[in-house]
């Protein structure tokens, strides 16, 4: 069995460089024999202790999938985990969006039926999309931290954006962006209106994040850390894997005589980087490689 993580991407079409490498992946995980030699030569692993549809889909093209995957459950299911961010803005089910990314969806309904499990954390850049995600693609969609057991492994997995309690600004955003009559606006109003609502703000707010982290990489590296310190004291893991920080960062240290990891994803827009995590058995240690998607 095999998981893939990967966060925050921040696509704003699929022609751009990033949505081409993406999709380049997603079909490297659909048809692995064609891309073996290659994610072999541009991978480096390690061991676990170590540092058709249409423009919109339909609910009958749900319930097709549901249908494939149980004619396929003899096969081992993977996991692919997309950690939040995916996209530069996606509110809802707004027709919008869909039309704008309908290759990555063809890709991602292509790996359902192959009998992948698909667990996609909402970030905040993409919200309230349960409405298409799940109900119309069969993808999990989770808005908090979550446990996964994979093989032997207790992961934790999370989007990231409570990793920093001092950025205030942020916290009071999130709690507006969840409030329930902004979920409702988000479903109701039109998915254009959003779409012109992201252009507007984020290239100023980029610019301003991007220029703090650079100051501060250190200072953000241990926020990271801190933050899998304390959510380890709250309820044990293997693994804590998380993006949003735009900062990369693998940690183990040791509790209670055990390794326990700490992994932040970065971010595409410095590099793209995809975690592969293998259990070969359920009981052998795991092998963890980074992949370099860009050389697919």
């Not at 097709?64 to 993977?78: D, I, T």
């Not at 704008?100 to 996609?120: T, V």
């Not at 600004?169 to 988000?186: D, N």
């Not at 990891?261 to 293998?278: D, F, K, Y």
């Amino acid at each position: 069995m095999k998981s893939w993580f990967l966060s925050d991407l921040h696509l704003k079409n699929m022609q751009e460089r990033n949505g081409e490498i993406l999709l380049r992946f997603l079909r490297s995980l659909s048809s692995p024999t064609d891309h073996h030699k290659k994610l072999q030569a541009n991978s480096g692993s390690e061991s676990g202790s170590e540092s058709e549809i249409e423009s919109k889909p339909t609910a009958s093209n749900f319930h097709e999938v549901l249908k494939l995957q149980n004619e396929k459950s003899e096969c081992p299911q993977h996991n692919l985990f997309l950690l939040g961010d995916i996209f530069d803005i996606w509110v809802s089910d707004h027709t919008v969006f869909v039309k704008e990314y309908l290759p990555l969806i063809e890709e991602i309904q292509m790996l359902l039926q192959k009998n992948f499990r698909i667990i996609y954390f909402e970030g905040n850049h993409d919200m309230h999309i349960d409405r298409f995600w799940t109900e119309q693609l069969g993808v999990e969609v989770y808005d908090e931290a979550a446990f996964f057991k994979i093989g032997n492994l207790e992961i934790r997995a999370e989007h990231g954006d409570l990793i920093n309690l001092n950025d205030e600004k942020h916290l009071r955003s999130r709690r507006i962006l969840r409030h329930p009559v902004m979920e409702f606006m988000g479903h109701h109003l039109p998915g254009l209106f959003w779409q012109w609502l992201a252009k507007k703000y984020s290239q100023k707010s980029r610019a301003r994040s991007t220029h703090y982290r650079q100051q501060n990489q250190e200072e953000i590296r241990q926020m990271i850390r801190d933050h899998a310190l304390k959510s380890y004291s709250e309820r044990h893991f293997d693994y804590i894997i998380s993006g949003h920080m735009h900062v990369f960062d693998d940690f183990i240290f040791s509790r209670e005589g055990r390794p326990i990891r700490s992994i932040n994803l970065g971010s595409w827009l410095e590099e793209p980087r995809v975690l592969q995590i293998t259990q070969k058995h359920p009981e052998s240690a795991p092998e963890v490689q980074w992949i370099d998607p860009a050389r697919l």
